[in-house]
């Protein structure tokens, strides 16, 4: 149980998962370029104490592991996931309460708490420009918190149990921003804080903000859990941690008296300035936008605090094992949420929020001799209407019979999936609707479309296991690879615009069928680079999905319309990169370079194996 980050550190190192960087490191770009090259090669987590521009030292690569976090929270692991049980089965608590009465018991002690008095002794104030100001990629706006804790309270029902505590990132310096005086925050208006902003616009007051940084290690995971109804993020970070949460009021702000810094002030309605580009998740980067303006109060932090941070890219990252994480401790709280589900994976590789695999339930049609499905069209509209989830673009689902499935067995399950689903049938399209804001594939800023491939039933066909000498032959389209079974990528001419596309996929489409289709091949996906998509199923997942918009991207062999419903033999996806999309993430080389005097030997990092 960690009162504070330094006593985390202190105990990591102890146990070799620490490792510090004693020489003089850069936060434009090196410190970024070394957290990668260590997360990679599976590597422990970073101190850096030399950092240039800042007298404070930079915590990197925390969460890192599986086994680090599990390590972290040892102590507490058991009984949070007790709690998290309960809150999503309570009818356990009734049936058996003696069992159960030291979780609640670990829930009440876990509430936050107040301590009176004015600026806690432990914070001294600052200002933005003392901070280590860390730029991930080169294209990005300026420095960013990659790891911060945003906290608001309900203006209807202000205190900390009506409060919201979020990962929003906080973009520093760069762009229009006034140094001190000015920072950007970047959310979408249905997540917690957008929910609070609104209700502060119709009192026409600021909203206030408080931005904790640091801590124990407890807090920045508990701003990205998707909690039950009930349980604030405060008192998980409690649970978590083992340790209430510790808090006062300044100026009137709430500020954590156990983070590391705070940086406190007001969002005005309507006032907003450009941020971005990020470097972001999904392996590109989000382009510059207007978002909330937040005009800084003050700055505080403790005399030798510690700046945690992360870097965020193409994945996996350490953001995967946040994913990780919450999927441990929430376990089955999806299916008690959407009743019929017994699986749902984001997938990592295709940066979480554009691909969802599910396996839900079929128990509509069980004697008809007709198996096709019914009940999974329901479960996959209450998936796409719920919380993150909603985000998706692509939801392949399908239910159990005798073979036993698991979603994160990528290949295993589209294999599965391609081998029974009836395209004729079993395809659902959601045009002009909402997607993940960070996604450029789509018509416009959070627009774009979503697609459902549903499958269920006997087996329908063999896939191919070789390129089809149909897909050899064709004009224009070269180097045909294999991905997966039933999985073909072809090589296509540079994408220009969509009304060319469209003519040229038609003509493809049209070839395909002439020469007698390729019915043991369901799926076939354009690209500009087939040795690319198909070197790694990885490189599929990610440039696949990441770079089509269901409703302009999906073309059919021998497509029609059977009473309003598209339909097709074979789906071609083209997900060759448009001219509206944003730039992948690319590191630069000379960075690279320079960071290799961390890893010689004698150097701080050279016992890490990055080959």
Same mark, same amino acid.
């Given at each position: 149980?960690?009162?504070?980050?330094?006593?985390?550190?202190?105990?990591?190192?102890?146990?070799?998962?620490?490792?510090?960087?004693?020489?003089?490191?850069?936060?434009?770009?090196?410190?970024?370029?070394?957290?990668?090259?260590?997360?990679?090669?599976?590597?422990?987590?970073?101190?850096?104490?030399?950092?240039?521009?800042?007298?404070?030292?930079?915590?990197?690569?925390?969460?890192?592991?599986?086994?680090?976090?599990?390590?972290?929270?040892?102590?507490?692991?058991?009984?949070?996931?007790?709690?998290?049980?309960?809150?999503?089965?309570?009818?356990?608590?009734?049936?058996?309460?003696?069992?159960?009465?030291?979780?609640?018991?670990?829930?009440?002690?876990?509430?936050?708490?107040?301590?009176?008095?004015?600026?806690?002794?432990?914070?001294?104030?600052?200002?933005?420009?003392?901070?280590?100001?860390?730029?991930?990629?080169?294209?990005?706006?300026?420095?960013?918190?990659?790891?911060?804790?945003?906290?608001?309270?309900?203006?209807?029902?202000?205190?900390?149990?009506?409060?919201?505590?979020?990962?929003?990132?906080?973009?520093?310096?760069?762009?229009?921003?006034?140094?001190?005086?000015?920072?950007?925050?970047?959310?979408?208006?249905?997540?917690?804080?957008?929910?609070?902003?609104?209700?502060?616009?119709?009192?026409?007051?600021?909203?206030?903000?408080?931005?904790?940084?640091?801590?124990?290690?407890?807090?920045?995971?508990?701003?990205?859990?998707?909690?039950?109804?009930?349980?604030?993020?405060?008192?998980?970070?409690?649970?978590?941690?083992?340790?209430?949460?510790?808090?006062?009021?300044?100026?009137?702000?709430?500020?954590?008296?156990?983070?590391?810094?705070?940086?406190?002030?007001?969002?005005?309605?309507?006032?907003?300035?450009?941020?971005?580009?990020?470097?972001?998740?999904?392996?590109?980067?989000?382009?510059?936008?207007?978002?909330?303006?937040?005009?800084?109060?003050?700055?505080?932090?403790?005399?030798?605090?510690?700046?945690?941070?992360?870097?965020?890219?193409?994945?996996?990252?350490?953001?995967?094992?946040?994913?990780?994480?919450?999927?441990?401790?929430?376990?089955?709280?999806?299916?008690?949420?959407?009743?019929?589900?017994?699986?749902?994976?984001?997938?990592? @590789?295709?940066? %979480?929020? $554009?691909?969802?695999? &599910? #396996?839900?339930?079929?128990?509509?049609?069980? /004697?008809?001799?007709?198996?096709?499905?019914?009940?999974?069209?329901?479960?996959?509209?209450?998936?796409?209407?719920?919380?993150?989830?909603?985000?998706?673009?692509?939801?392949?689902?399908?239910?159990?019979?005798?073979?036993?499935?698991?979603?994160?067995?990528?290949?295993?399950?589209?294999?599965?999936?391609?081998?029974?689903?009836?395209?004729?049938?079993?395809?659902?399209?959601?045009?002009?609707?909402?997607?993940?804001?960070?996604?450029?594939?789509?018509?416009?800023?959070?627009?774009?479309?979503?697609?459902?491939?549903?499958?269920?039933?006997?087996?329908?066909?063999?896939?191919?296991?070789?390129?089809?000498?149909?897909?050899?032959?064709?004009?224009?389209?070269?180097? @045909?690879?294999? %991905?997966? $079974?039933?999985?073909? &990528? #072809?090589?296509?001419?540079?994408?220009?615009? /969509?009304?060319?596309?469209?003519?040229?996929?038609?003509?493809?489409?049209?070839?395909?069928?002439?020469?007698?289709?390729?019915?043991?091949?369901?799926?076939?996906?354009?690209?500009?680079?087939?040795?690319?998509?198909?070197?790694?199923?990885?490189?599929?997942?990610?440039?696949?999905?990441?770079?089509?918009?269901?409703?302009?991207?999906?073309?059919?062999?021998?497509?029609?319309?059977?009473?309003?419903?598209?339909?097709?033999?074979?789906?071609?996806?083209?997900?060759?990169?448009?001219?509206?999309?944003?730039?992948?993430?690319?590191?630069?080389?000379?960075?690279?370079?320079?960071?290799?005097?961390?890893?010689?030997?004698?150097?701080?990092?050279?016992?890490?194996?990055?080959?």
């Amino acid at each position: 149980m960690y009162r504070n980050l330094e006593e985390c550190i202190i105990d990591l190192e102890k146990n070799g998962h620490l490792i510090r960087v004693h020489e003089e490191v850069d936060p434009y770009l090196e410190m970024a370029a070394i957290h990668m090259k260590v997360y990679e090669a599976n590597g422990p987590a970073l101190l850096f104490e030399n950092v240039k521009g800042t007298k404070f030292r930079a915590l990197s690569n925390l969460f890192g592991t599986i086994e680090r976090s599990k390590f972290i929270f040892r102590d507490t692991w058991e009984a949070v996931q007790n709690v998290m049980t309960l809150r999503s089965d309570p009818i356990k608590a009734i049936k058996n309460p003696f069992k159960h009465i030291g979780t609640g018991l670990a829930a009440w002690k876990a509430l936050p708490l107040k301590q009176s008095g004015g600026t806690p002794a432990t914070l001294q104030e600052i200002h933005i420009s003392d901070l280590p100001l860390i730029q991930s990629w080169p294209m990005d706006g300026g420095a960013f918190v990659t790891l911060p804790q945003v906290y608001t309270e309900d203006p209807e029902k202000p205190g900390i149990m009506n409060s919201n505590l979020g990962m929003y990132r906080v973009q520093l310096s760069g762009n229009e921003y006034e140094i001190d005086k000015e920072i950007g925050l970047h959310y979408q208006i249905h997540r917690g804080i957008g929910v609070h902003q609104d209700k502060a616009n119709k009192q026409g007051a600021p909203l206030k903000v408080s931005i904790f940084i640091g801590g124990p290690p407890a807090h920045t995971l508990s701003a990205v859990m998707p909690l039950p109804e009930g349980l604030s993020e405060l008192t998980f970070a409690g649970l978590l941690s083992g340790r209430r949460f510790h808090y006062s009021y300044i100026d009137g702000y709430c500020v954590s008296n156990d983070a590391d810094f705070v940086i406190t002030g007001e969002i005005h309605q309507g006032e907003t300035k450009p941020e971005g580009p990020f470097g972001d998740h999904l392996g590109y980067y989000s382009l510059t936008h207007p978002f909330p303006l937040m005009r800084v109060h003050k700055v505080y932090a403790k005399p030798n605090a510690i700046w945690p941070f992360t870097v965020v890219g193409r994945p996996p990252q350490e953001d995967t094992v946040f994913g990780e994480l919450i999927h441990e401790i929430t376990g089955d709280a999806i299916r008690q949420e959407i009743p019929g589900v017994k699986e749902v994976h984001a997938v990592d @590789a295709a940066g %979480v929020h $554009p691909l969802l695999f &599910a #396996i839900g339930s079929e128990r509509y049609t069980p /004697y008809q001799q007709v198996k096709q499905p019914a009940e999974m069209l329901t479960i996959a509209n209450r998936i796409l209407g719920t919380g993150q989830l909603s985000l998706a673009k692509y939801l392949f689902i399908t239910a159990e019979e005798q073979q036993l499935l698991d979603t994160h067995h990528e290949v295993d399950f589209l294999t599965y999936i391609l081998e029974r689903i009836d395209l004729r049938r079993d395809l659902h399209f959601y045009t002009n609707t909402t997607i993940d804001t960070l996604d450029y594939s789509g018509t416009g800023l959070n627009s774009g479309s979503k697609v459902v491939f549903a499958a269920y039933g006997d087996k329908k066909r063999e896939l191919c296991k070789e390129v089809p000498g149909v897909l050899r032959e064709l004009q224009g389209y070269e180097h @045909a690879s294999m %991905v997966m $079974p039933g999985i073909i &990528a #072809i090589q296509g001419p540079e994408f220009i615009t /969509y009304a060319e596309a469209q003519e040229e996929l038609q003509l493809l489409c049209i070839a395909i069928q002439d020469k007698g289709g390729i019915p043991t091949c369901p799926m076939i996906i354009l690209c500009d680079d087939s040795r690319f998509m198909s070197e790694t199923v990885k490189n599929f997942l990610w440039a696949t999905f990441t770079r089509s918009n269901p409703s302009h991207d999906i073309y059919g062999v021998n497509s029609h319309y059977e009473n309003k419903h598209w339909a097709c033999d074979t789906v071609i996806i083209d997900a060759r990169i448009k001219p509206h999309q944003a730039p992948p993430l690319i590191p630069d080389p000379s960075i690279e370079k320079k960071i290799e005097r961390l890893f010689v030997q004698g150097a701080s990092l050279g016992g890490v194996n990055i080959n």
